[in-house]
């Protein structure tokens, strides 16, 4: 008599795919850090936008027989003003709101600027090479070469200090990142078959530029602006402190803590607090900025 042995025959199931909210979770979680920076940044943007409606004192208001006060929560502070006062008896808290509009200001405007020249220097240099690319990146490394804060001074000891030559100072002389990264771009899409085709077609070389390698390094060019932002805080705030700045009475962040400097072994406050807000902006830019990378990435797994 034979046995018969009966076989199982296993199968590897499919695993089944994750719900939609499943993956959105996952997403969100990822990107987690820049979600914090982007509602950091949202409070720093209605400090900026709104500062009327949520400074509680005058900015510019000055009470000498108020000046110095501590913050609420130390001995001898006052209950309308949360976070004391300065040197000749104005609201702390009120300046550290009007601040933010000339820091993101300064920093969003600078940033554009310095944008639009790095980017079109860029592409012209990669795109085209030989001599414009020659020249391009001899430039480059020219303004490299020259050290920011002496371009600053000579360029605002000419111009004067003021909020506009603050901006014209850091957007001219910040710009040689946007040329390099974007060069180096446009140089790997310019060997690519669709813009060869583009080219054979008979397409300009501005319809080329525009629809076919500019979009394709977007993505870069936001990330680095993004995170030049940041950057253009802190030099408007170095700027600021050195008096080559935004002016007073104006709030400024950097011009506060320059205010504030002398008191800062017993009047711990008047430099706390404006360095805490310029640490928050630039922290939450920074977490922007890696959280838009991560968005925009193709070979991001979502």
Not at 9 to 30: A, Q
Request: aromatic letters at 8%.
């Amino acid at each position: 008599m034979q046995e018969t042995s009966t076989r199982l025959e296993t199968f590897d199931l499919p695993t089944p795919p994750s719900s939609g909210l499943h993956r959105v979770f996952r997403r969100l979680w990822r990107l987690r850090f820049g979600i914090i920076g982007a509602v950091i940044i949202a409070l720093a943007l209605s400090a900026a936008i709104i500062p009327q409606a949520l400074a509680p004192q005058d900015p510019y208001a000055q009470q000498l027989s108020r000046r110095l006060l501590p913050p609420v929560w130390s001995p001898g502070g006052q209950a309308e003003y949360l976070l004391g006062t300065d040197h000749v008896g104005r609201d702390y808290l009120s300046r550290i709101i009007y601040g933010s509009r000339a820091a993101l200001l300064c920093g969003f405007l600078a940033t554009l600027l310095s944008c639009a020249v790095g980017v079109s220097l860029g592409v012209a240099a990669g795109y085209y090479g030989g001599v414009v690319d020659s020249v391009v990146s001899n430039l480059v490394n020219v303004m490299l070469a020259f050290p920011f804060i002496l371009l600053a001074l000579v360029v605002i000891a000419v111009m004067g200090p003021s909020f506009v030559n603050l901006i014209v100072v850091l957007g001219l002389t910040t710009w040689t990142v946007y040329t390099r990264v974007v060069r180096a771009e446009v140089l790997v899409y310019r060997e690519r078959d669709f813009v060869h085709a583009a080219i054979s077609l008979g397409g300009t070389d501005l319809r080329v530029i525009l629809r076919h390698i500019l979009p394709n390094v977007v993505n870069t060019i936001v990330v680095l602006a993004s995170l030049e932002v940041a950057r253009n805080i802190l030099r408007e705030a170095f700027l600021s402190f050195l008096g080559l700045g935004i002016q007073p009475p104006t709030p400024s962040w950097g011009g506060m803590l320059s205010e504030g400097r002398i008191y800062m072994l017993n009047k711990w406050w008047l430099a706390t607090f404006p360095g805490l807000a310029i640490f928050g902006a630039t922290l939450g830019i920074n977490l922007l900025g890696d959280g838009l990378r991560d968005l925009l990435d193709p070979h991001l797994d979502t």
